[in-house]
């Protein structure tokens, strides 16, 4: 399995932007889909975005298509997430997954998670 770890959470104000980062080691992500899913209080994890292993194929939940843009950096292992136009709905703890497909991420079947960052849109 790879190991995950995000970045670049934080406090940001309607309108705002931020951009995760979700940085990979154990394993090269050369042939690894990878995904962005998010949990609020209270609710169940949902799918955000999901980037093929070469970056030529991508998906967004409709809740955040035209607002987040998911992209990669192979040759630094790394994955990211910029949020634009941040509403208070998008307050969630975000998690990075890996796994074979983009269809096996936007399943949620993802063997390898990271530990979250938590994002905070204030109104």
């Known amino acids: 399995q790879v190991q995950l770890v995000e970045s670049g959470g934080g406090l940001v104000q309607a309108g705002g932007s931020l951009r995760l980062s979700c940085a990979a080691s154990g394993r090269t992500i050369r042939t690894y889909a990878m995904g962005w899913f998010r949990q609020a209080p209270g609710k169940e994890r949902e799918f955000v975005a999901t980037?093929?292993?070469?970056?030529?194929?991508?998906y967004y939940a409709d809740s955040v298509k035209g607002r987040f843009t998911i992209s990669r950096d192979n040759a630094k292992n790394t994955v990211y997430l910029q949020m634009n136009s941040l509403k208070p709905e998008d307050t969630a703890v975000y998690y990075c997954a890996a796994a074979t497909s983009t269809a096996t991420i936007r399943r949620g079947e993802s063997d390898s998670w990271g530990q979250g960052t938590q994002v905070t849109v204030s109104s």
């Open positions: 980037i093929s292993w070469n970056g030529g194929t991508t």
